[in-house]
Nanobody
Framework: VQLQAFGGGSVQVGGSLRLSCAAS????????MGWFRQAPGKERLFVAG????????YYTDPVKGRFTISKDNVKNMVFLQMNSLKPEDTAVYYC????????????????????WGQGTQVTVSS
């Protein structure tokens, strides 16, 4: 499956962005989907994920209550709605997918995602 992330940009503190991840080659039905981010000079970290059956979601603590991940199997896309953005949210955001693993578990480990899209830059300025 090929993934393409887009929707990043520059916003001010408190603003919102909606990232999209479009898949091609395979349907995303049954795929674990995740969003990760990488700030300059730092490692790539898990942000949000949705389980293979789409029933369970998980968020890293810094984004809980502000970010929402969703999946549209008809459009074959995954979204990350980001509200109340902070400067520390500045990073390159990546979407990732995997077809293996338990159906109702959201992995937060990079190595458990087999497919990655290119990143999209999010910059939050004060």
């Amino acid at each position: 499956v090929q993934l393409q992330a887009f929707g990043g940009g520059s916003v001010q503190v408190g603003g919102s962005l909606r990232l999209s991840c479009a898949a091609s080659g395979r349907t995303l039905t049954g795929y674990l989907m995740g969003w990760f981010r990488q700030a300059p000079g730092k490692e790539r970290l898990f942000v949000a994920g949705i389980s293979r059956r789409g029933v369970r979601t998980y968020y890293t603590d810094p984004v809980k209550g502000r970010f929402t991940i969703s999946k549209d199997n008809v459009k074959n896309m995954v979204f990350l709605q980001m509200n109340s953005l902070k400067p520390e949210d500045t990073a390159v955001y990546y979407c990732a997918a995997d077809a293996a693993g338990p159906e109702n578990v959201v992995s937060r480990t990079n190595s458990e995602y087999a497919y990655w899209g290119q990143g999209t830059q999010v910059t939050v300025s004060s």
